[in-house]
């Protein structure tokens, strides 16, 4: 399937292989000179491509199924589950909670 997703799916698939490639030991490699921009570039767009149709299937089709076949099928033929996977969110939670508090004594009935 080639086709342009919605615009809330491109910047999310664009801001989450940015972030990924533009921070931490990606950012280290191309600093040292182990690959070049346009390397770096490619990867990027590779990456956002692909989480394109991730975040398609899931936020514009709504299907987990769908959705569960295809990360099933990439875990079992693709990913080395050696590595522990963490929740990281780099301070963006304290970041929103400085813009969006809410009043403790409000109650949602």
């Given at each position: 399937?080639?086709?342009?997703?919605?615009?809330?799916?491109?910047?999310?698939?664009?801001?989450?292989?940015?972030?990924?490639?533009?921070?931490?030991?990606v950012?280290?490699?191309l600093n040292?000179?182990?690959?070049t921009?346009e390397?770096?570039?490619?990867?990027?767009?590779?990456?956002?491509?692909?989480l394109?149709?991730?975040?398609?299937?899931l936020?514009?089709?709504?299907?987990?199924?769908?959705?569960?076949l295809?990360?099933?099928?990439?875990?079992?033929?693709?990913?080395?589950?050696k590595?522990?996977?963490?929740?990281?969110?780099?301070?963006?939670?304290?970041?929103?909670?400085?813009?969006?508090?809410?009043?403790q004594?409000i109650?949602?009935?």
């Amino acid at each position: 399937m080639t086709k342009k997703p919605q615009k809330y799916i491109e910047d999310i698939a664009r801001s989450s292989a940015y972030f990924s490639f533009n921070n931490g030991p990606v950012k280290e490699l191309l600093n040292e000179g182990k690959i070049t921009k346009e390397e770096l570039k490619n990867i990027q767009i590779y990456m956002q491509n692909h989480l394109a149709y991730l975040y398609t299937v899931l936020l514009e089709e709504n299907n987990l199924k769908k959705f569960d076949l295809v990360m099933s099928t990439m875990d079992k033929f693709y990913v080395d589950n050696k590595e522990e996977v963490i929740i990281q969110d780099d301070g963006f939670d304290n970041l929103f909670k400085s813009l969006f508090t809410t009043p403790q004594n409000i109650k949602i009935k």
